[in-house]
């Protein structure tokens, strides 16, 4: 794993930007792996900004709520389009979201496995993560060889996602589709961005620890072409040197 620390989350989102640019200059028709969260708003934001030709690549979400439509205004398919997909002018058939209003869950879950292997995987992912160490949705316990489907929430990851529901964790669904650990794991390039104080605890037991279930974002480490783009706030804990 390759660790980039920054004064700043603005620095961070830049130098992410820089790379997301550069791999699709190089590789137009790049599969894309979007991630939701605070963390990745500015992110969008910053590659709105640029002149990039976002024309001929292909881009997946990494999980949707269960039970909410793509036209609900707090699924995470609304919420990269208005953040990104639509500015981005990105066609119907270069994006690819979980349905979390599908009938059956096993069979929806099993349709997106086949659209990623139809594609060839993913190129790139990008990846944020949670203070309990949930990577997507897999919560602490999710096996390294999980593959996308179901998953129950933990309490606490609705507690930190209940301000898109009017800051009710209980309106947060329990369940949620997320690509599994083996799927994130086999993107053959991983953006891996940690900011804020918050993230401080979670990000140094996630490098300072043996890889294990306890910690998904642990297996990271294992990863060959991972990068860390931390500000100097989420890695102050670590061993490393700082900007």
Same mark, same amino acid.
């Given at each position: 794993?390759?660790?980039?620390?920054?004064?700043?989350?603005?620095?961070?989102?830049?130098?992410?930007?820089?790379?997301?640019?550069?791999?699709?200059?190089?590789?137009?028709?790049?599969?894309?792996?979007?991630?939701?969260?605070?963390?990745?708003?500015?992110?969008?934001?910053?590659?709105?900004?640029?002149?990039?030709?976002?024309?001929?690549?292909?881009?997946?979400?990494?999980?949707?709520?269960?039970?909410?439509?793509?036209?609900?205004?707090?699924?995470?398919?609304?919420?990269?389009? /208005?953040?990104?997909?639509?500015?981005?002018?990105?066609?119907?058939?270069? %994006?690819?979201?979980?349905?979390?209003?599908?009938?059956?869950?096993?069979?929806?879950?099993?349709?997106?496995?086949?659209?990623?292997?139809? %594609?060839?995987?993913?190129?790139?992912?990008?990846?944020?993560?949670? &203070?309990?160490?949930?990577?997507?949705?897999? &919560?602490?316990?999710?096996?390294?060889?999980?593959?996308?489907?179901?998953?129950?929430?933990?309490?606490?990851?609705?507690?930190?996602?209940?301000?898109?529901?009017?800051?009710?964790? &209980?309106? %947060?669904? /329990?369940?949620?589709?997320?690509?599994?650990?083996?799927?994130?794991?086999?993107? /053959?390039?991983?953006?891996?961005? %940690?900011?804020?104080?918050?993230?401080?605890?979670?990000?140094?037991?996630?490098?300072?620890?043996?890889?294990?279930?306890?910690?998904?974002?642990?297996?990271?480490?294992?990863?060959?072409?991972?990068?860390?783009?931390?500000?100097? &706030?989420?890695?102050?804990?670590?061993?490393?040197?700082?900007?």
């Amino acid at each position: 794993m390759r660790c980039l620390v920054f004064s700043s989350a603005t620095e961070v989102v830049q130098s992410v930007a820089d790379r997301i640019a550069d791999r699709l200059q190089a590789q137009p028709q790049l599969t894309l792996g979007l991630a939701t969260g605070r963390t990745m708003v500015p992110l969008y934001a910053e590659l709105l900004r640029r002149p990039i030709n976002w024309q001929h690549c292909r881009v997946f979400a990494l999980d949707e709520y269960w039970g909410l439509a793509a036209n609900h205004p707090a699924s995470f398919a609304a919420e990269l389009q /208005r953040r990104f997909c639509q500015s981005a002018r990105l066609r119907p058939d270069q %994006v690819e979201f979980l349905n979390g209003a599908a009938l059956d869950p096993v069979q929806e879950a099993q349709r997106y496995r086949r659209c990623l292997e139809q %594609v060839g995987g993913l190129d790139l992912q990008l990846l944020g993560v949670g &203070e309990n160490g949930h990577l997507a949705f897999n &919560e602490p316990g999710s096996a390294r060889e999980s593959r996308v489907r179901l998953v129950q929430l933990s309490d606490r990851t609705r507690q930190q996602n209940a301000g898109a529901f009017g800051g009710d964790p &209980e309106a %947060v669904p /329990r369940t949620a589709l997320s690509l599994g650990l083996a799927d994130i794991l086999e993107a /053959r390039e991983l953006l891996w961005l %940690v900011t804020g104080s918050s993230k401080a605890n979670i990000l140094a037991q996630s490098l300072q620890s043996p890889p294990s279930t306890a910690i998904p974002a642990s297996y990271l480490q294992e990863h060959p072409a991972t990068t860390l783009y931390a500000d100097s &706030e989420a890695a102050a804990l670590l061993a490393i040197p700082q900007p």
